[in-house]
């Protein structure tokens, strides 16, 4: 078994390289039970009365804190327990693991010779390692918010309105998620920095598109355009997508957000995404008529096809 250079755990992720199919479909697990966890955590916190929303104390907390309290009370145990099956699946662990200095500010600048930088986008700083894997560092804002994710709101023209929005740790994870879950770019999630809750996470190199190149007919295929009248989103290419039964919408694909793989398919390493709101999709029933056709027969469901141009 191959181990990471940086954190000594096991990986999939060498360089360039695509592992296997079946090795990315245990990595569509791997995100799906870190998601359940957090779920199961969000739940205990919450019921002793924990705020779960900003989630970056719930994500960095340490478990042993309250031992103590877990073996008198039963909900305090199981915050115990679900706190400590979270930590398996995203362990606290350092910048300096990566070659950092202790107290490093700007990642970039100082980030050693075992790390070549690559970009610092909006969220994160990218950086490619000596075998060529990259390894991506999502710093938090200073209010306990870290990346992007959507805010819908209703209008008369439109049943939903989605602005881009401050994300979660639990946005962040269910995005590597949706990535994973397309095909996209293998993706693991290392861990989170103790000290600065940075998210750490490895990704397979892939080759960049020329800039600005037109994505909107090579988008994942399992993307389903929406009719305009249903939607406005101020992003590049919005889709729908079912992720487990339930509409997501998915936007970002870019020619920055995606790259070819070593075999040639174009994959997303980045994207922007959020759960279609129940509540606002209840208050239009052609909506709800339309996502439960797409459901079942995804190109039936196009009442015409659209172009980028009018989403
Ligand atoms: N897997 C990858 N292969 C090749 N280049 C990458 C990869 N991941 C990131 N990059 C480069 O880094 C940039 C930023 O990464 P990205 O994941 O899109 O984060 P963000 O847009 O949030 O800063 C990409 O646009 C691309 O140029
Ligand atoms: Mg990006």
Known sequence: MHLDHFTGKPTCIHGGRLPPAEKRRALQHDHRLRLEALARLSAAAARVGIGTDPDDDLVLWESDEIALLAEADPLWHELYESARAFRELLPLISLEDFGF?????????????????????????????????????????????????????????????????????????????????????????LGVTKNEGVLVTKQTLGKLLAEGADTSQVQPAALIAIPSRFLRAYRDHPRLYFLDGKPWLVADLHSKNLV???????????????PLPADLVAKEPLLVDWLARALHDPTAALLRPVHDDEL
């Open 101 to 189: 200095p202790a107290g490093v500010e700007d990642l970039l600048a100082e980030c050693g010779s075992r790390l070549r930088p690559i970009s610092s986008g909006v969220e994160a700083t990218a950086f490619e390692a000596k075998d060529h894997s990259i390894y991506k560092f999502f710093m938090p804002r200073s209010n306990g918010r870290i990346g992007g994710t959507f805010a819908f709101r209703r209008t008369e023209d439109f049943a939903l309105v989605a602005d881009a929005s401050d994300g979660s740790y639990r946005a962040m994870l269910e995005k590597f998620n949706l990535i994973v879950h397309l095909d996209g770019m293998p993706t693991e999630v």
């Open 260 to 274: 070819r793989a070593a075999d040639g398919v174009l994959r997303a390493i980045d994207l922007l995404a959020a």
